[in-house]
């Protein structure tokens, strides 16, 4: 470890000055005048200089999640992704380990692998043949001379770890130790479901025109269900993400009783079995921020399905019952996951540009379940195609609104949107952090003012007043 550590800390040691005075007091100031329980100012969703230090502070510095076990089951095969301007290449190597590396040769730099996905003996370059193996290790290096020392060009790692067969990656030098703590809490949650031995039977890549954290304030919250969503809204309780019990008649509050206590005798009836689902909440007070929870699926009970039932005859695992509800799981920054007896559904957002943002979404099945006989695709699919494509219109319009003069941060709900808030403050905290370390690149942010905001340090923003004046 101390070995990976000291490569990828020659290589990406980000450079201590290139911020100008005003630019750093700009976004400082940005961060202080944010009112607790309301939306971020109009720059931290429209800036491009915003945006390149979210790239570098949130995304550089902390587990990234990116992909599943299950696509990379063999040595020598891999999976590409995009964060920013740095390409990674995950693959298995023939110890069948995870590793993951900076996906530029070491000769003059070419991208090494183009594919998103594929499979390698090992990993050659088009452009002068230099070859490495598994291991990251050069092994071909024609007409370098005698005194060339293959040893000192080996592939740049990029630390990877695996939680229960989730995937996740950190550009940092010194990645954040904290996610043992989330793999030791989430691996007996996530277990019983053995994503290991499951396989990929979907995958849906969707661009949302927005900001990726409005990607993700949309995701914390279910306020805007009930209104946009049909199809996810059938298999979820309508109580199941907070409700305002001063607003609610006599029925209404009935119901909501009854769906609490469902809650309760489920989780117990659930625990007693050996699978765990009480709520466990670290999604701000960890740099690996992350939370989890199984709740109940109406009627029947089974999947996040149009007629909740189970989308696969084969559950997975050991698993028997299946109306074991679904376990959500929240990570910060960028993922959420749904954990059923029948199937499992994970989702990635990854940033292209301060207004464009990749959700990726995967359906996993039992490595054995046979397609057209033990699960149809349509109806795996159809209740989260359905949701990302309302989703991705709802981020869409939000941040058309974050464009215009008249924008301003709102109030959040405090019995709907608490997630949000929680997302809000972990993402300023660790921006906060990172500019009290220094560690921002030459040249990620533009000296003057913010652009897309046009914020000098202590200046108005969005077009309404400053935190102060919305107490």
Known sequence: MAGLKREIGDMTTLGQTGLTGDTVAALRSLIARRQPGYSLDAPFYTSPEIFQADMELIFGRT???????????????????????NSIVILRDDDMGLRAYHNVCRHRGAKLVHE??????????RYHQWTYN??????YAEHMGADFDTSCFGLKPVHVRSVAGLVFICLAAEPPADIDAMAAAMTPYLAPHDLRNCKVAATADLIERGNWKLTMENNRECYHCSGNHPELT?????????FAPGQMDETELQQAARYEDLVVSSTARWESCGIPSAEV?????????????????????????????VASKKLLGGLTDSKLGGLSFWTQPNSWHHFMSDHIVTFTAIPIDAENTLVRTKWLVHKDAREGIDYDVENLTSVWNATNAQDAALVEMAQAGARTPAYEPGPYSPYTEMLVEKFQKWYLDRLSAGLASG???????????????GLAAGGPASGGPAAGGRA
Request: with cysteine.
């Open 116 to 125: 998103e996905s594929g499979a390698v003996g090992n990993i050659v370059c």
């Open 63 to 85: 587990w990234i999640y990116v992909c599943v076990e299950p696509e990379v089951p063999e040595p020598g095969d891999y999976v590409t992704v995009s964060l920013g301007r």
């Open 134 to 139: 598994l291991d990251g290790r050069l092994i």
């Open 281 to 309: 909440d670290h999604l701000d007070d960890r740099i690996t921020g992350f939370r989890t929870q199984r709740l109940p699926i109406d009627q029947t009970g089974e999947s996040q399905t149009l007629d909740t039932r």
């Open 439 to 453: 560690g921002l690149a030459s040249g990620d942010l533009a000296s003057g003012d913010l652009a897309s905001g």
């Open 234 to 242: 059938i298999p979820l309780f309508a109580y199941g993400f907070g």
